[in-house]
């Protein structure tokens, strides 16, 4: 099997091994005269190493070039960790395209997934300008948006919150660590304490910002901003989880790293560039900061 081969920096030192039972370090693979190598490189040279744990390590080194010998991984390795909802926690964005396409017809309408994809990751009043825009001024919006909402909690409550992969390996991690976490959600107040409520997550975050108690809805950085205050935490030692262009633009402008894990749409280049890894579920998201924090571990035995 080939893989796409994926660059690695070579400014990062680990100590220990990338996997148990074998004695290859991060520093022994990356030490090369050409100043690096690719995944595809490292597995040819040692076949017998699994490429989704080097992955998950050679990112996190990718993504910190400062990480080295004479620095300390504790100013680079976040310290909080904060959560989009819809499409990162939930597996939400399909229900709520199934339910608007279902309240649509109701009312004569066409939905179109285009457009319901222009509106992932934005505000209400975004989402409500999108809609005006595309069907008109006499575009029945309260009467649909009503609709919509009545099916999507129905089928929450008969079927139960929707979890993502990985979701609740992540949060027990994060427990293990001690690490607090927040959720930023574009979605009101109301939605976002009822879906936690559902889900039995409501006490398992710090803190929780909704749409509609900032200014500015993603891109701009304000909810993310004030998520990191609830914390008491600055932002760059804040890790964002995102899976829309929105949010990944919001958590860069907030001067935060940023992990998509894609949902209903794939991240473009441009979008991907902003981000230190995306990765294709919170499983993945757990590894990444296991890898980060078998780093800060050999620097501290080390110091």
């Known amino acids: 099997m080939t893989h796409d081969p994926i660059e690695i920096n070579p400014?990062?030192?680990?100590?220990?091994?990338?996997?148990?039972?074998?004695?290859?370090?991060?520093?022994?693979?990356?030490?090369?005269?050409?100043?690096?190598?690719?995944?595809?490189?490292?597995?040819?040279?040692?076949?017998?190493?699994?490429?989704?744990?080097?992955?998950?390590?050679?990112?996190?080194?990718?993504?910190?070039?400062?990480?080295?010998?004479?620095?300390?991984?504790?100013?680079?390795?976040?310290?909080?960790?904060?959560?989009?909802?819809?499409?990162?926690?939930?597996?939400?964005?399909?229900?709520?395209?199934?339910?608007?396409?279902?309240?649509?017809?109701?009312?004569?309408?066409?939905?179109?997934?285009?457009?319901?994809?222009?509106?992932?990751?934005?505000?209400?009043?975004?989402?409500?300008?999108?809609l005006r825009e595309e069907y008109g001024a006499d575009f029945l919006l309260d009467e649909t948006n009503q609709r919509t909402s009545e099916y999507y909690w129905q089928a929450i409550d008969q079927q139960g919150a929707p979890l993502k992969p990985g979701l609740l390996a992540l949060l027990d991690f994060l427990d293990e660590q001690d690490m607090k976490r927040a959720v930023a959600s574009s979605s009101d107040r109301r939605n976002i304490d009822r879906m936690l409520a559902s889900a039995g997550l409501t006490g398992r975050f710090a803190a929780t910002m909704a749409g509609d108690e900032v200014q500015r809805g993603k891109p701009a950085p304000d909810i993310f901003l004030r998520a990191a205050g609830l914390l008491n935490v600055a932002p760059d030692r804040c890790l964002v989880l995102e899976d829309s262009e929105a949010g990944t633009r919001a958590a860069a402008a907030a001067g935060m790293t940023c992990?998509?894990?894609?949902?209903?749409?794939?991240?473009?280049?441009?979008?991907?560039?902003?981000?230190?890894?995306?990765?294709?579920?919170?499983?993945?998201?757990?590894?990444?900061?296991?890898?980060?924090?078998?780093?800060?571990?050999?620097?501290?035995?080390?110091?």
């Not at 693979?29 to 992955?55: F, Q």
């Not at 939905?111 to 505000?123: C, D, I, K, L, P």
């Not at 981000?275 to 501290?300: C, I, N």
């Open 11 to 130: 400014g990062i030192m680990c100590g220990k091994p990338v996997i148990k039972g074998t004695r290859i370090t991060v520093e022994q693979i990356l030490r090369k005269p050409s100043g690096g190598m690719t995944v595809n490189e490292i597995i040819a040279d040692h076949p017998h190493l699994i490429r989704d744990d080097i992955h998950a390590t050679l990112t996190f080194a990718a993504h910190n070039p400062g990480v080295g010998r004479h620095s300390s991984l504790t100013q680079y390795f976040p310290a909080v960790v904060i959560f989009d909802m819809d499409g990162l926690m939930f597996d939400s964005e399909r229900l709520v395209l199934h339910t608007w396409t279902r309240a649509m017809a109701d009312f004569g309408y066409q939905a179109s997934e285009e457009v319901f994809q222009r509106s992932v990751g934005q505000t209400m009043e975004r989402t409500n300008q999108v």
């Open 259 to 303: 992990i998509i894990v894609p949902d209903l749409i794939e991240p473009n280049p441009e979008v991907a560039a902003l981000a230190a890894a995306v990765l294709p579920d919170l499983y993945a998201v757990r590894e990444w900061l296991k890898a980060g924090l078998a780093v800060l571990d050999s620097q501290e035995s080390r110091a």
